[in-house]
């Protein structure tokens, strides 16, 4: 299946092998996209990351099923003159590069708007310069807050989808205060959206922006200590896992109230591959990619991690599942909350035919199987008391 003789896109044209620079291959979601690209495609991909643990497995010499079909180079795209090159070899450029943990859009809010912005701004560029198809990752942070979110707690308003289901073409962008730097990402991603959406409109750039929301599964960030900084904050889910493979209590930022919908990263590349391999629809397009089935609050969340955890470990429930952490004590000052987000999904369904297939019990389960299987041997080293001798 690797050579992908006879695949046809979704109109039944046959699909040409493409060459894909790919920036930021070794994160979470490029080393998922860059499996697919080598087990279902007959693509090449020019990975290029300043880490590649991730994607260790896809580049031994010995996998002979996708031998030389892809190639990491080691980059930081900041300071580095080889980009260009690499994006002129390449027939799309898939930009996957971001900080993007909310641990950091207080504590290092410059890095958050360079990372997101000015070192983005030569990948849409050297895509508009040399007429190459440009695929840009943003996040649904772009949305800030809903218009619901300004209504009183008891509102029926609150209730109305309008006011809390985000739709890629109408839906209001709306930040906290200045202050607030939280909402640093939030700006430098929508800004760069703009500059990517006025390029397409100016210089005929074709590009597709890819809004997801909370794509969650195995490799997710990191588990503290581990296989990261031992003072690094992870998002929810790495925090979360990080709690339940050290058996301590979950922290849930200001009581978990907020509320999310979850997806499988497995779900959400499908999303993606589509868009690679049907330009004629994808392109000019802004997408959604979640699963509005699987919204809980991050207090459901952590009960229902904290269940399917004692499953697959077969350790008991620990005592004290959840204890509150106000956003100041856990992010610092400066943290904002958004409070529903819920994705309309009737632009990608209409352009791709896609819709997510996972439920949230399910991919917990494949998720945390993974951070047990991955993850528990090392944390119970690293926790073990040091015996008196």
């Known amino acids: 299946m690797a050579n992908g003789a006879g695949r046809v896109d979704l109109d039944g044209r046959p699909i040409k092998p493409i060459t894909i620079c790919m920036i930021g291959a070794g994160g979470f979601i490029g080393s998922h996209l860059c499996e697919k690209l080598m087990t279902e495609t007959p693509h090449k991909v020019l990975a290029l990351d300043v880490y590649n643990d991730k994607i260790k497995h896809l580049l031994e010499p010995d996998t002979v099923d996708w031998a030389g079909r892809i190639q990491f180079h080691r980059i930081n795209i900041k300071h580095d003159s080889r980009l260009e090159g690499l994006i002129k070899m390449a027939d799309l450029t898939i930009n996957l590069a971001a900080i993007c943990t909310p641990a950091d859009y207080n504590t290092r809010p410059l890095d958050t708007i360079y990372s997101n912005f000015i070192d983005a701004l030569p990948v849409v560029k050297y895509c508009s310069e040399n007429n190459k198809r440009l695929i840009h990752f943003s996040t649904c942070e772009v949305y800030g807050k809903t218009i619901g979110s300004y209504l009183p707690k008891d509102h029926p308003l609150r ?3 309008s006011f809390y289901v985000l739709k890629e073409d109408i839906s209001p962008c709306i930040f906290g205060s200045i202050e607030k730097q939280r909402w640093s990402y939030a700006c430098a991603k929508q800004l760069i959206e703009r500059l990517v959406y006025a390029e397409g409109a100016e210089n005929g750039l074709e590009f597709t922006i890819v809004r997801p929301f909370n794509w969650i599964g195995p490799r997710m960030d990191f588990i503290p200590g581990i296989d990261g900084p031992s003072e690094g904050v992870p998002r929810v889910l790495a925090c979360f896992s990080n709690n339940l493979l050290r058996r301590e209590p979950l922290k849930l930022v200001d009581g978990g109230e907020s509320q999310r919908t979850f997806i499988y990263i497995k779900d959400a590349i499908e999303a993606v591959l589509l868009m690679i391999e049907n330009p004629e629809r994808a392109n000019g397009h802004i997408f959604n990619v979640g699963n509005p089935n699987n919204e809980v609050t991050v207090r459901q969340l952590a009960e229902m991690m904290t269940e399917v955890y004692a499953k697959v470990s077969g350790e008991g429930a620990i005592e ?3 204890v509150d952490v106000s956003s100041k004590e856990f992010y610092g000052e400066g943290y904002d909350d958004s409070d529903k987000r819920i994705p309309d999904m009737t632009i990608i ?5 896609w819709n997510p297939k996972t439920s949230l019990w399910d991919l917990l389960e494949s998720t945390l199987t ?3 299987r991955t993850y528990s041997e ?12």
Not at 349 to 353: H, I, K, P, T, Y
Not at 378 to 389: L, N
């Open 378 to 389: 090392a944390v119970k080293k690293a926790t073990a008391k040091p015996v008196a001798s």
């Open 370 to 372: 993974y951070q047990h």
């Open 349 to 353: 369904n209409r352009q791709l035919g």
């Open 320 to 322: 004290s599942p959840t």
């Open 159 to 161: 209730e109305d989808p």
